[in-house]
């Protein structure tokens, strides 16, 4: 089973809107972090969430975690065409120790177009 | 303090050549973690390391790839006898601390198989 699928894969709007991206996953957690990537370079860390907070604030950046429904999503508000790139998201092994071991998804394309 | 440091950015190799890529982790980082990202997909855990040990290499094919983090100097993934499979962004992380990690990711460095 895949740890850390994020949807939509794929997701066009213009500048000045809000994004929202899902995260689902299936096993417990310690932590989730999202990631952004731009076309052709390494990956940049946006925020980390902790399995006992439910919300986190980072600038233009709202993260949500319901560990309930093993689920999180990243808003991007008023958004600007350089957040064009591929946001991921990324979970630890949870109780099993090795949670060092981040899991990550295919990611979700997010295009902004001015 | 410079962010992780990762050479060559891109490589290439034919078929048969050996392919060494190397890290260098941020600044009071012991803790060094390698990733491999395959064309459209997300990163998957390949080794941990911290000097002189390797941790975790559960992530890594048995056959053709090694990896070390000496004393001195950078940590080194090999690939020996590479395969146009192996064509792929190589990652490497560093954390100063396994505990609620948040990995600092370097630029990558991009194997191409000739």
Sequence with gaps: ?114 | NAGVMQNPRHLVRRRGQEARLRCSPMKGHSHVYWYRQLPEEGLKFMVYLQKENIIDESGMPKERFSAEFPKEGPSILRIQQVVRGDSAAYFCASSPTRQYNEQFFGPGTRLTVL
């Design chain 1, 1 to 114: 089973s895949q740890q850390g699928e994020e949807d939509p894969q794929a997701l066009s709007i213009q500048e000045g809107e809000n994004a929202t991206m899902n995260c689902s996953y299936k096993t417990s957690i310690n932590n989730l972090q999202w990631y952004r990537q731009n076309s052709g370079r390494g990956l940049v860390h946006l925020i980390l969430i902790r399995s006992n907070e439910r919300e986190k604030h980072s600038g233009r950046l709202r993260v949500t975690l319901d560990t309930s429904k093993k689920s999180s999503s990243l808003l991007i508000t008023a958004s600007r065409a350089a957040d064009t790139a591929s946001y991921f998201c990324a979970t630890d092994a949870g109780s099993g120790g090795s949670n060092y071991k981040l899991t990550f998804g295919k990611g979700t394309l997010l295009t902004v177009n001015p």
